[in-house]
C-alpha cells in the first residue's frame, strides 16, 4: 500500500495471459455491497482499439486542461449534482477546450501498454444508498473502486504498475459504442497495466494528523501515541 505508485510509463515487457488472470483473482476478494460482485472487466490488447481509447482520453483530458488553465478544480464534484444550488452549467467552455491539443501531448503510453484494463460496473446490482440527500451520490462507488485497487496491488506483488482513469468517462458514449458496453453498464475506471520503467519507493501523501479528527470533524487531530514513536 504504501509502494503502489500511479504507473504512466512502461517497458516493453508483455502481461501474459496468466499473469493477468491470477492478477484479477486475487482482487476479486475486494468487499462490495450485498457481495453483487457487479464489476465487469474489459481486457483490450488490440492496438488500434487501445488506440481509439486513448484518443478518447485525449478529449476528456483536454477538458480537464481547461479547468486547471482557469484556475478551477475541474469538474468539482460539488456542483454537480442537484440541490447543489449552483449552475449546472460547465464553468468553462468544453467545446472550445476540445479544439485546444492537451497539454501532456496524446497519449501514447496507452497504445503501447500492453494491456488496457476498462472497468464498468452494472448499475442494476449495487445500491446507492445515498440518493436523494441533494448531493451526488457516491455509495455505488464502493461495491467498485476497492476491486480495482486491489488489481493494482495484486499488479504491484507481480512486478507490474497501472494506474486509475476516470476522465475516460467524459466521452462514456463513444467508449459504450466501441466495446459494445450494455446500457445497465456505466464506466468505473480504465487501468493501463504494464511493467513499469521506473522503480517508486516512496510516495508522497498527508499525514494522518492532517485529516482524521476524534470524536467530530471539528474534534482534536487524531496524533501518533507517544510510545510508539
Partial sequence: MRTTPAVREFT????????LYEILDDARFAPNGGNRQGW?????RDRATKHRIAELYELGM???AAYLRAGLVPFAASEASEGSGKSSRPAVDLEA???????GGFPDYMVDAPVLLVV???LTKVAAVDTGLGRLPLAAGASVYPFAHNILLAARARGFGGHFTTVLSRQEH????????????????MLPLGKPARSVKRLRRLAVEEFATL?????PRLTRPEASR
Avoid at 516493453?12 to 499473469?19: C, F, G, R, S, T
Avoid at 470524536?215 to 474534534?219: F, L, Q, V, W
Wanted: glycine share 4%.
Fill in 215 to 219: 470524536e467530530t470533524a471539528g474534534g
Fill in 40 to 44: 465487469h472487466v474489459i481486457v483490450v
Fill in 97 to 103: 477546450a476540445r479544439t485546444i491539443p492537451s497539454p
Fill in 120 to 122: 464498468t460496473l452494472d
Fill in 174 to 189: 463513444e467508449l459504450r459504442t466501441l466495446l459494445a458496453i450494455p446500457d445497465e453498464q456505466v464506466l468505473a475506471t
Fill in 12 to 19: 516493453d515487457d508483455p502481461l501474459p495471459d496468466e499473469v
Fill in 62 to 64: 483536454r477538458e480537464y
